[in-house]
């Protein structure tokens, strides 16, 4: 009974002790983080506007949808989730979050593999590869725009000289291509980022279980499949989560790389646009508000999975 107290009084020290040490960090996210984004949420509920926030009404759920009734039984339904222009700016949101974030893995895995072996020179291929991740999103953006400008850009002569295209493409004007523009971008400069989470989970893999597997005899690729591969895959899975949730909230680089359209328009880009463009302050609310419920119903779900799973391999 002692010794029970005893590791009582201890855990509760400790957890004392942890409380102690996440205070100055759970009041300056209270500071800068949660207060902004209950004022968002409650903005969401108003029919604020830039002139007139501190008279904001409160209208309920009309900025998410409301249904008017014209008369002899006859209405329509206003409000976001009434509005195709938000519906395809998440549709390009999805779309952009699942195709770069796959690439970005697949690319990042292989370049992992590679910088985890041994040869000449490793330290500064390393440092190298970095070099995209390290540049501020702000300046990839537009020194991309310039290589893929329709009239002097390097991306259209290459392609030219090559006999690829035969005539200049206006990569991020064209609706065509915008999105192609994009994800071409965030692919150079965010799979770094996943090559150097991945490499960590390779850098933890035992070396004698591949020294094991190759007296036995067993082929790189089964080697790969059945070992590499279910070893670093939480890795890979925390990974997959941090980058998916920063793809969602992509902002920066398609508003610098493109224009204002419909083809390239994310639900960051959309919610923008009506805080600070339409001066529709409470629309643009309500449109940062679901965007946050994503990634929070995102990040949720992966803490719960990751939980019950960790729970499973202890039971």
């Given at each position: 009974?002692a010794?029970?107290?005893?590791?009582?009084?201890l855990?509760?020290s400790?957890?004392?002790?942890?409380?102690?040490?996440?205070?100055?960090m759970?009041v300056?996210?209270?500071?800068?983080?949660?207060?902004?984004?209950?004022r968002?949420?409650?903005?969401?509920?108003?029919?604020?506007?830039l002139?007139?926030?501190?008279?904001a009404?409160?209208?309920?759920?009309?900025?998410?949808l409301e249904?008017v009734?014209?008369?002899d039984?006859?209405g329509?339904?206003?409000g976001?989730?009434?509005?195709a222009?938000?519906?395809r700016?998440?549709?390009?949101t999805?779309l952009?979050?699942v195709?770069?974030?796959?690439?970005?893995?697949?690319?990042?895995?292989?370049?992992?593999?590679?910088?985890?072996?041994?040869?000449?020179?490793?330290?500064?291929?390393?440092?190298?590869?970095?070099i995209?991740?390290?540049?501020?999103?702000?300046?990839?953006?537009?020194?991309?725009?310039w290589?893929?400008h329709?009239?002097f850009?390097?991306?259209n002569?290459?392609?030219?000289?090559?006999?690829?295209i035969s005539?200049?493409?206006?990569?991020?004007?064209?609706?065509?291509t915008a999105?192609?523009?994009?994800?071409?971008?965030?692919?150079w400069?965010?799979?770094?980022?996943m090559?150097?989470?991945?490499?960590?989970?390779?850098?933890?893999?035992?070396q004698?279980?591949y020294?094991?597997a190759?007296?036995?005899?067993?082929?790189?690729?089964?080697?790969?499949?059945?070992?590499?591969?279910?070893?670093?895959?939480?890795?890979?899975l925390v990974?997959?989560?941090?980058?998916?949730?920063?793809?969602?909230?992509?902002f920066?680089?398609v508003?610098?790389?493109?224009p204002?359209?419909?083809?390239?328009?994310?639900?960051?880009?959309?919610?923008?646009?009506?805080?600070?463009?339409?001066?529709?302050?409470?629309?643009?609310?309500?449109?940062?508000?679901?965007?946050?419920?994503?990634?929070?119903?995102?990040?949720?779900?992966?803490?719960?999975?990751?939980?019950?799973?960790l729970?499973g391999?202890?039971?």
């Amino acid at each position: 009974m002692a010794e029970t107290a005893k590791k009582s009084r201890l855990s509760r020290s400790r957890t004392r002790s942890a409380w102690l040490f996440l205070a100055p960090m759970l009041v300056t996210l209270a500071v800068v983080a949660a207060w902004p984004l209950g004022r968002t949420i409650w903005f969401s509920f108003t029919d604020a506007s830039l002139d007139l926030m501190s008279d904001a009404r409160w209208v309920g759920f009309r900025n998410y949808l409301e249904y008017v009734e014209w008369g002899d039984g006859e209405g329509q339904y206003y409000g976001l989730l009434a509005d195709a222009r938000w519906w395809r700016s998440v549709w390009n949101t999805i779309l952009f979050a699942v195709v770069s974030v796959s690439f970005e893995t697949l690319f990042g895995l292989v370049i992992a593999l590679v910088l985890n072996q041994q040869f000449r020179g490793r330290g500064l291929v390393r440092a190298a590869v970095l070099i995209p991740w390290a540049i501020p999103t702000i300046v990839s953006a537009k020194m991309w725009a310039w290589m893929l400008h329709d009239q002097f850009g390097i991306i259209n002569d290459m392609l030219q000289g090559l006999g690829l295209i035969s005539q200049p493409i206006a990569w991020t004007a064209s609706p065509d291509t915008a999105m192609v523009a994009v994800l071409m971008v965030d692919i150079w400069k965010t799979t770094p980022f996943m090559a150097l989470l991945i490499l960590a989970g390779l850098q933890m893999v035992p070396q004698d279980i591949y020294e094991a597997a190759k007296l036995d005899g067993v082929p790189a690729w089964r080697v790969f499949r059945k070992i590499t591969l279910p070893l670093i895959m939480p890795a890979v899975l925390v990974a997959v989560v941090f980058r998916t949730l920063d793809a969602l909230r992509v902002f920066d680089i398609v508003y610098v790389l493109t224009p204002n359209t419909d083809a390239t328009r994310t639900m960051s880009v959309y919610a923008r646009e009506n805080l600070f463009d339409y001066d529709q302050f409470a629309y643009g609310s309500a449109a940062s508000t679901l965007l946050f419920l994503v990634i929070a119903l995102i990040t949720i779900t992966f803490i719960m999975a990751t939980r019950m799973d960790l729970e499973g391999k202890r039971s």
